[in-house]
Every structure is written in structure tokens, then in C-alpha cells.
């Protein structure tokens, strides 16, 4: 660049001057000398930010101060705060007005598209790449100790809800690709296998209960500004369902999809499954492998969803071991229930489910001399809980075969990414649930390896929102009032425009 090597012989220029009048330690020792390029970068950094609001304002000044009608246009001049990565800036924004037409423009505001206390959306993406990894007090320590960018909880928060609003339609934009190509075309070439997995993890939320206005009696049951009747807060679990599909032989690479989905409504779920492996690379020739929980969400829709395609199903041999050792409870007691959980898990992988199944059976329920039997929440014996599981899902536990073919037999990358999940939305108190979908966002695309283009999907829409502004500052004029008219009540028949 020019500019840059222009900058560069001029700094070459006082640079031996510079560097001759600092110490030693600074001038000769790695450290010293990083710690003295910070300073002079940063330093340097905020004054072209002063040079650059100087630049727009004569711009602005050159572009706006003639009127259309060949008329000098009053001006007045407004500050504006930005903030950007490291410091805040302020722009002079300059409001012009003919009082021939009584049009009045302010084409600083409209080219940044930004109100005071705006955000630039570098600092947006280091603030969320923080947030979406850790608490937001965690983010704003980070952010300060990496960027020397102080900011406090709040601010945090309301830049990546923010940032999220706009992960939501980024995701929607490519499920909506994905099912159109899907029910159109279709995709002829793809990976030969893919693996599916899910699984499910609850998140508390909170939700605030308001009583009916007319029921409050007492003023003080009222809130002061809207007066609405002030309610609680009250916090509930809810299921967050993971979902990843990877080429079997390429593990690294997954795509995964982190949702809550409304109640009674596994068809959302399903419909998730389906664009999450075609972003994997789903084609007319795939055979997907699914290994999961037979749970009542996965199961049936993996079938509906995948009903066209070549797959298998394997009963993820983690869950089986669990249903083992809650019966082991019940046949050897707690202690030992762990170790003979793991000794049916191996007889299942040399594919002798008939011994595992004989073990269950031969326990009998309230039997002169056996231990008293442990219950689940519908009153169940835990091993007829344990027995009814494998011989309803018997023909998917074929694990020497599945093994043989190189595919999985247990879903530990979805428990894991669970845990992942939950050790980022489990903070004291609970998530408002719009909130938390703004998070589960911005977690799919992070772990999906999609951030890069997420943001350069924004930087498209930020242009085209600019150019919007541009287009509708030329085509439509405003009405507006005299500068010295700025700071009086507004009529209906008066207007200021801003664009």
C-alpha cells in the first residue's frame, strides 16, 4: 500500500532518534522492545481514527454543504461515540439544513449507519469469540488482558445477543439451501459414509411470571414506569439437543446443530438431522451410520429423515452399560454394580446378547432371600427396565459386525459435546430462553467451523445495508427544521431527518 510505505520513510526517518533515547533494557531486549511497539502502534492507531472522523467530516462538509437548489446549507454539529477494538472514537457529525427547501441531511450518520454507543464489528467478533468459549465475566478479563480493551458484563452480553440475532438467520439461510437442494436436485456425489449421533442435555431457564394486572391491589405491587404487576422468576429445565454428523473417517471435520425444541415437536428435531448431513456432504450415495440412544426423539425421526438413503443403526453401547448398571444395582448390589455393568458391556461387544439377557432374566421381583428391587419414576424394576431395553432394540446391537466395518458402537463425541455445551450455558440463575437460543447460535456455527464465513456473511450484509442507506439518501429527500430549531419540541408537520 502506498499510504503504508509512504508512513514507513517517514518513520525510518526519526526511528534511530526514537530508539537512541530509550534505555537499554528496552531498546536490546525482546521484551522491551514489544512492550515499546505496543505503545507506539497504539498510540499511532487512535490518532489515524482522529485523522480518519477528520477525513469524513470534510467529506461531509464538501458533499452536503450546497444544497440542490444551489443554496449554502446551515450546518450544526453533533458528537458522535463509537467504540471500536481498544478505544473510543469520536466523530463530528454535522447536520445541514436549507431553509429554501427545508431539507436537512446528516450524511456522517448515514454512511456509518451507527447510533452513540455503537460498536465496530472487529470488536464484536473478538467480544464474541470470547463469550461463546466462556461467562462474560470471563470474556471481559480476557478481552482486557489480550486486547487492552476494557468493557464491562453488560456490554458483553448485549454485543453477542446481538451478534447472535444475526447467527439465527444465518443458520435459517443455510437449512433453507440445504432442504431446497434436497428436495430439487439433490447431491449425486458425496462421501460414501457419514456418521450421525445426538444426544440431549438440560439447560435451566427462567422464565417471569406476572399475575393479571386487575388482581393487583396494592400500588406497590406494581413496577414504577410501565406499571405492569411485578411477577417472579421461575426456572425450569429445558432439553438442548445436540446433533453431529462427520465422514467416519474424518472426525475432526463435523458439523453439529445445538437447538431447543418446542414441546412435542420431533419433527423439528428431524428436519435439523437432515440439513446438518447434508452440510456434511449428504449425497444419493451416502450410507449414514447412526449411533445413538434409543430415545424417543432420535430413533423415529432418524428413520423418517433418512428413510431414502442406505443406513444403520447402532444402539450407542454407553447407554446400554448404563441401563446394566442400574440393574447391577438391583442384582449385586451398588458396589459392585459398576464391574459387572462393564463384564455384560463385553459379552455385548463379542456379540453374545443371549447371556446378558439370560442374566436379566433369571432375576425374579420380590423373591424369598433377593435384595429388595430399585424402582425408576414409573415404578419399574431396574433390571425388567434394563431386560425390556435390550430385547426391544436387540437387532441393533450387532456390535462385532458393526465393528468390523470400521464404524462406531458408542456415541461419545454427542456426551461430550454435551458436557462441552453445558459448561458454557450452565450459570447460576438460568438463561431467558430467547437468550439462550442466541447462544446455541452462535455455538453451532462456531463448532460447525463456519465462524470465518458467519462474519464474512455479516461484512456482505453490513455493505449491503450501506449501500441501502446510500440509495435511499438519494432517492428520498426528507423534510427537516432549522439548525437553531434542532433542540425544540417537533411538530407533526416538522420533521428531522437523519437518514
Not at 173 to 197: I, N, S, V, W
Not at 207 to 215: A, G
Not at 483 to 499: A, F, M, R
Request: glycine residues 8%; aromatic residues 8%.
Amino acid at each position: 500500500m502506498t499510504l503504508v510505505h509512504q508512513m514507513l520513510q517517514i518513520a525510518k526517518t526519526h526511528w534511530a532518534s526514537h530508539w537512541d533515547r530509550t534505555g537499554d533494557e528496552q531498546r536490546l531486549r525482546l521484551a522491551g522492545i514489544e512492550q515499546e511497539m505496543r505503545k507506539i502502534v497504539s498510540a499511532l492507531v487512535e490518532g489515524l481514527w482522529e485523522v480518519m472522523a477528520g477525513y469524513l467530516d470534510a467529506v461531509a462538509e464538501g458533499q452536503s454543504r450546497m444544497c440542490g437548489c444551489g443554496r449554502r446549507c446551515e450546518r450544526q454539529n453533533h458528537d458522535l461515540r463509537l467504540t471500536v477494538l481498544g478505544i473510543a472514537v469520536l466523530f463530528s457529525v454535522p447536520y445541514f439544513y436549507c431553509r429554501v427547501c427545508k431539507k436537512g441531511t446528516s450524511p456522517v450518520r448515514r454512511w456509518l449507519g451507527l447510533e452513540a454507543g455503537g460498536v465496530s464489528m472487529e470488536l464484536e467478533r473478538k467480544t464474541t469469540d470470547l463469550t461463546t468459549r466462556m461467562t462474560f465475566g470471563d470474556a471481559v478479563d480476557s478481552l482486557h488482558e489480550q486486547h487492552g480493551h476494557e468493557m464491562d458484563r453488560t456490554q458483553a452480553e448485549r454485543i453477542t445477543y446481538a451478534v447472535g440475532k444475526e447467527a439465527t438467520p444465518y443458520l435459517d439461510e443455510r437449512r433453507r439451501r440445504a432442504l431446497d437442494t434436497l428436495a430439487t436436485e439433490g447431491r449425486t456425489q458425496g462421501p460414501h459414509d457419514l456418521q450421525f449421533t445426538a444426544d440431549g442435555g438440560i439447560v435451566m431457564m427462567r422464565t417471569l411470571q406476572r399475575p393479571p394486572k386487575d388482581t393487583v391491589t396494592d400500588p406497590s405491587g406494581l413496577t414504577p414506569a410501565r406499571e405492569l404487576a411485578k411477577g417472579t422468576w421461575e426456572t425450569n429445565g429445558r432439553e438442548v439437543r445436540l446433533i453431529s454428523v462427520h465422514k467416519v473417517q474424518d472426525t475432526l471435520d463435523r458439523k453439529i446443530d445445538l437447538h431447543i425444541a418446542p414441546y412435542n415437536q420431533t419433527d423439528f428435531t428431524g428436519e435439523r438431522m437432515l440439513t446438518t448431513a447434508f452440510e456434511a456432504g449428504l449425497s444419493d450415495n451416502t450410507a449414514i451410520h447412526g449411533v445413538f440412544d434409543m430415545g424417543t426423539w432420535i430413533h423415529p425421526q432418524f428413520n423418517e429423515q433418512f428413510h431414502a438413503y442406505e443406513r444403520t443403526l447402532t444402539a450407542d453401547i454407553s447407554h446400554v452399560t448404563e441401563y446394566l448398571a442400574n440393574a447391577g444395582r438391583v442384582l449385586v448390589g451398588s458396589e459392585q454394580a459398576k464391574g459387572w455393568a462393564m463384564s455384560q458391556k463385553h459379552r455385548l461387544l463379542d456379540g453374545d446378547i443371549d447371556a446378558v439377557l439370560g442374566s436379566l432374566s433369571q432375576h425374579r421381583c420380590g423373591a424369598k432371600g433377593a435384595a429388595p428391587c430399585q424402582h425408576d419414576e414409573h415404578g419399574t424394576c431396574l433390571v425388567r427396565v434394563a431386560e425390556r431395553y435390550l430385547r426391544n432394540h436387540r437387532s441393533k446391537m450387532n456390535y462385532p459386525e458393526t465393528k468390523a466395518r470400521g464404524l462406531a458402537v458408542g456415541s461419545g463425541e454427542a456426551e461430550c459435546g454435551v458436557k462441552l455445551m453445558k459448561k458454557r450455558m450452565n450459570v447460576a440463575g438460568g438463561w431467558k430462553e430467547d437468550n439462550a437460543k442466541l447462544m446455541l447460535a452462535l455455538l453451532t456455527v462456531r463448532k460447525s467451523g463456519w465462524w470465518d464465513d458467519f462474519w464474512a456473511w455479516r461484512n456482505q450484509r453490513d455493505i449491503d445495508r450501506w449501500r441501502k442507506r446510500q440509495h435511499d439518501g438519494v432517492t428520498s429527500r426528507f423534510r427537516g427544521r432549522p439548525c437553531w430549531q434542532l433542540h425544540e419540541p417537533q411538530t407533526n408537520s416538522q420533521s428531522v431527518s437523519s437518514n
